[in-house]
T-cell receptor, first 115, second 120 residues
Framework: ELKVEQNPLFLSMQEGKNYTIYCNYSTTSDRLYWYRQDPGKSLESLFVLLSNGAVKQEGRLMASLDTKARLSTLHITAAVHDLSATYFCAVGYRIPWGGSEKLVFGKGTKLTVNP | GAVVSQHPSRVICKSGTSVKIECRSLDFQATTMFWYRQFPKQSLMLMATSNEGSKATYEQGVEKDKFLINHASLTLSTLTVTSAHPEDSSFYIC????????????????FGEGSRLTVL
């Protein structure tokens, strides 16, 4: 059974600071996703990581994937208040039929960026 | 990215009634749709997977007769919560996957806006 562990679950940081959110998973996977969720809203896709060593950056967020360690990180650089949200990693594995994949989500990291 | 629309976004109903939530893919054909539920301050839990024209596959612990899923066409899946009770109150989110067109990756998922169900 695929398990996804995310930490920390809660993160309170000051504007301008850097921090990293970690996502560990238990079995081999096709791909790893990072999503953002604002209160009362659905998921916004941030990154899709497909291969070992993959690194993607968008603004103040950078995600990386180490498939050997089964670890992905989401690094926040010089945080700003607008980044306050809950961040989920999700690990995908293909289902035998249909060609799509199931996602198993981490528990999420609630990020609060304080002025 | 591709667009997935959910309706209604919010619904309040009395205990014992049934509620239907629709999930539509607006600009692509969704070969597979997934239904998740999310309790407050918790993660998303997959409820079921459905392919167009076939029966849904439910995750362990999800009652098939309670949560009826129909995927009658390549653009529409519905989730019906039958005889809803307060413990069914939750945020329900669908996602859809297809191939070609707007999809940059085969099998990539797109999420609907979510539907918040409150059962009184």
């Amino acid at each position: 059974e695929l398990k996804v562990e995310q930490n920390p679950l809660f993160l309170s940081m000051q504007e301008g600071k850097n921090y990293t959110i970690y996502c560990n998973y238990s079995t081999t996977s096709d791909r790893l996703y990072w999503y953002r969720q604002d209160p009362g809203k659905s998921l916004e896709s941030l990154f899709v990581l497909l291969s070992n060593g993959a690194v993607k950056q968008e603004g103040r967020l950078m995600a990386s994937l180490d498939t050997k360690a089964r670890l992905s990180t989401l690094h926040i650089t010089a945080a700003v208040h607008d980044l306050s949200a809950t961040y989920f990693c999700a690990v995908g594995y293909r289902i035998p039929w249909g060609g799509s994949e199931k996602l198993v989500f981490g528990k999420g990291t609630k990020l609060t960026v304080n002025p | 990215g591709a667009v997935v629309s959910q309706h209604p976004s919010r619904v309040i109903c009395k205990s014992g009634t049934s509620v239907k939530i629709e999930c539509r893919s607006l600009d692509f054909q969704a070969t597979t749709m997934f239904w998740y539920r999310q309790f407050p301050k918790q993660s998303l839990m997959l409820m079921a997977t459905s392919n167009e024209g076939s029966k849904a596959t439910y995750e362990q612990g999800v009652e098939k007769d309670k949560f009826l899923i129909n995927h009658a066409s390549l653009t529409l899946s519905t989730l019906t919560v039958t005889s809803a009770h307060p413990e069914d109150s939750s945020f329900y989110i669908c996602s859809a996957s297809g191939t070609g067109g707007a999809f940059s990756l085969t099998g990539e998922l797109f999420f609907g806006e979510g539907s918040r169900l409150t059962v009184l």
